[in-house]
């Protein structure tokens, strides 16, 4: 089943343990799957107590999103934290080809 014309979540936290425990506690919470993790190391990584941020991509729909993402949210918040986050409801074409973007492989 494609993925294309779903609702993504994005949420971006401190640490791979984090993302794991947040992306569990999404999938538990709605119908919702994993499209990728992605890492980040930005440039103020030496003044961070965790230096590695990972970016976890989350496919489904809107109302399943909304739910993933707050229990992802919470579940991150209780490990190293989340640093940002966002849904976007109908990615365009143009948007789809930037989430395929990775830089772990």
Partial sequence: MSSAGQAVGLLEVFGLVTAFGAAD???????????????????????????????VKLRGSIADIEAAMEAGEQAAMNLGGVLSKHIIPRPTDNTEKMLKINALK
């Fill in 25 to 55: 506690a999404a999938c538990k919470a709605a119908n919702v799957t994993i499209e990728a993790f992605d890492k980040n190391k930005p440039g103020n990584a030496d003044e961070l107590e965790i230096p590695l941020l990972v970016l």
